[in-house]
């Protein structure tokens, strides 16, 4: 399990709680509330959330909508088929889902469409 900082992340990220891709929904200090298929709020523990590493399937997943690609980053892909998306620019390397999102949100001012399945 890939400890998460759950200081970064904020409400529309997308994690892990265990096998499933769940939106994050609320956030307390200790606890994250995600809805699930049956629209009931369930929270976890900060420490039961794991990131979502960038790779091709995931990227196939994300939409950039009407800004398509950000001018100015580059993707990078490692031996080991890890993806990092680097953004010189600004000095910020992402290679979590939620880390791309906070960025595209940052730099467009509108949320990064991921079509979960």
Avoid: W
Wanted: proline share 3%; net charge neutral.
């Amino acid at each position: 399990m890939e400890q998460m900082n759950t200081r970064e992340l904020r409400i529309g990220n997308y994690v892990k709680v265990g096998e499933r891709i769940v939106k994050v929904n609320s956030l307390t200090q200790h606890k994250i509330g995600y809805c699930p298929e049956s629209c009931r709020e369930r929270y976890v523990r900060s420490r039961e959330v794991e990131p979502i590493r960038i790779n091709g399937e995931i990227l196939a997943h994300v939409s950039f909508g009407e800004f398509g690609f950000i001018n100015n980053f580059a993707v990078v892909q490692h031996e080991d088929g890890k993806i990092e998306i680097v953004f010189p620019v600004l000095c910020k390397k992402c290679i979590y889902l939620h880390e791309l999102q906070n960025i595209y949100q940052l730099l467009t001012g509108t949320e990064l469409s991921f079509l979960s399945e």
